[in-house]
């Protein structure tokens, strides 16, 4: 196949974003190269965003079987996502990934939460706060807590501390406001499931879908007085007690009985948002084996050293044959739909 992979470069010059630019490249590198690796006619093309429609002729004068779509924003404005999938569908391009209404429904935490409710899936209660005055609201006082303060239209924990587990109103609403000032964006609080977390990473299509090995993370080594929590330290520096005590493991044990819970609730999960081709459900599971949907990335990480080529290697896939797989997930879907 010829492919190509488009990737972010609108990161380069953005200092206030939260992005090592230089891992997105090399991540952006490593799938190019898998690609070529796996057989494939394979070319990086970069888009910054207010170049994207030079960036969108360009594929099209370059006719490939497929585009990878590694975009996660355009201009430094992760919000854009979703709307570059809906150009290359208006472009009649091929891509890989979540489309315009899978990757905004994921994008707006509140949105899933509700899509999620109304399919009877398991996921914490919430609030979801747009303004200030809407913490004026006095049942917060009564919410059983703890619960757990993110950011409502951000990844890769963005803006999680310790200090996002909150046990009184007052905690919450300091919280949020915090939040609200820091980022300029609504908040989601939800109620904290103390537990152990697992990461579902998800392969397929339509009804014909792969749960690769789960993964939980490991909080052995996290302080007693921190919560169990993946913070943004815990993912981005290497130095703090965060990233030493949250370490992916193997799923340990993997009773038949909560392997089958979590996964049905990771596939209905997956029906649910519209994902395809690949894709992570993250969730906590609470003493008594309930599994609880915390958070859901269509166009999960697919970097070597990430959270899906781990769950793809201790199936017994190497990191080619995983990127190749999504391409060949993807062109399957894509004829599929040109022949109905």
């Known amino acids: 196949m010829r492919i190509v992979v488009l990737y972010n470069t609108d990161y380069d010059d953005a200092a206030e974003i939260e992005v090592d630019a230089a891992a997105v490249r090399e991540s952006a590198h490593a799938v190019c190269t898998a690609l070529s690796d796996g057989g494939n006619d394979s070319e990086l093309v970069g888009v910054h965003g207010r170049d994207v429609f030079e960036v969108l002729a360009k594929i099209r004068s370059m006719k490939p079987d497929l585009v990878f779509n590694l975009c996660e924003s355009m201009a430094g404005d992760p919000h854009n996502e979703p709307t570059f999938s809906g150009l290359l569908d208006l472009f009649e391009i091929p891509y890989t990934g979540g489309d315009l209404a899978t990757l905004a429904a994921c994008l707006y935490k509140d949105r899933t939460k509700d899509i999620l ?19 004026d609201d006095p049942s917060l006082d009564a919410l059983d807590y703890p619960w ?36 300029r964006e609504p908040v989601l609080a939800e109620r904290y499931v103390e537990g152990r977390e697992i990461n579902v990473t998800l392969l397929g299509y339509g009804d014909s879908v792969q749960v690769l090995p789960l993964h939980e993370i490991d909080f052995g080594d996290m302080p007693s007085d921190r919560p169990n929590i993946v913070s943004y330290a815990a993912k981005w520096e290497a130095s703090h007690v965060d990233y ?19 996964e049905r609730v990771a596939r209905a999960t997956w029906a649910a948002l519209g994902m395809r081709d690949y894709g992570r459900v993250d969730l906590r599971v609470d003493r ?22 781990r769950a793809a290697a201790v199936a017994g896939m190497s990191f080619t044959e995983l990127i190749c797989r999504i391409a060949t997930l993807a062109m399957r879907r894509i004829e599929a739909r040109r022949a109905a």
């Not at 409710?117 to 913490?135: C, K, N, Q, V």
């Not at 950011?151 to 109103?169: F, K, M, P, W, Y």
């Open 117 to 135: 409710l109304g399919r009877g899936i398991s996921t914490p209660p919430h609030r979801y706060f747009e303004r200030a005055s809407d913490l």
């Open 244 to 262: 030493v005590g949250t370490k992916p493991v193997p799923l340990r044990d993997a009773r038949p009985e909560l392997v089958a819970a979590i």
């Open 288 to 309: 008594a084996g309930t599994p609880w949907v915390i958070d859901v990335n269509p166009n999960c990480d697919i970097s070597p050293d990430a959270g899906a080529a």
């Open 148 to 183: 757990f303060v993110k950011l409502a239209e951000q990844d890769a924990s963005v803006g999680i501390t310790e200090a996002n587990r909150v046990s009184s109103g007052a905690e919450l609403r300091a919280r949020v406001l915090e939040l609200m000032s820091e980022f």
